[in-house]
């Protein structure tokens, strides 16, 4: 299952996105645009800066800065970070082998459905995303 903490980091990435290139923001200015839970946030941000992905400075003339093309970021990229990797069910994980997996019906269609599932996720990158959230605003 992909958690909220997934999703509040994927909106905080879309939202640095929709800054102009080299454009600095606040962890603040992101939490009250985007309504997150601040401390959250700050921790997602801090898990998200040791990809390399943003670059954060403190104090005056601080902030935080998008300094990967937001088109090579996909949302699987950005869940798998933040919740590990991306299953439909427990069924299609290795550690929890089951002892129907040979006879079961649905195994083909859980399998399936994860395929199609990641493909979505894998062919949506973070400047679609902020793409969207700015067309929307």
Known sequence: MITKKAEYAIIALADLAMLQPGQKTTTREIVERRKLPPNLVAQLLATIRRTGWIKSTRGAGGGVLLCTDPGQITLRDVIELIDGPV???RCLLQSM?????SSC????VWQEAQSEMLQVLENTTIQELAREMAASS
């Open 87 to 89: 299953k439909i069910t």
């Open 97 to 101: 082998p089951c002892g129907n997996r």
């Open 105 to 108: 019906p649905l195994r083909d």
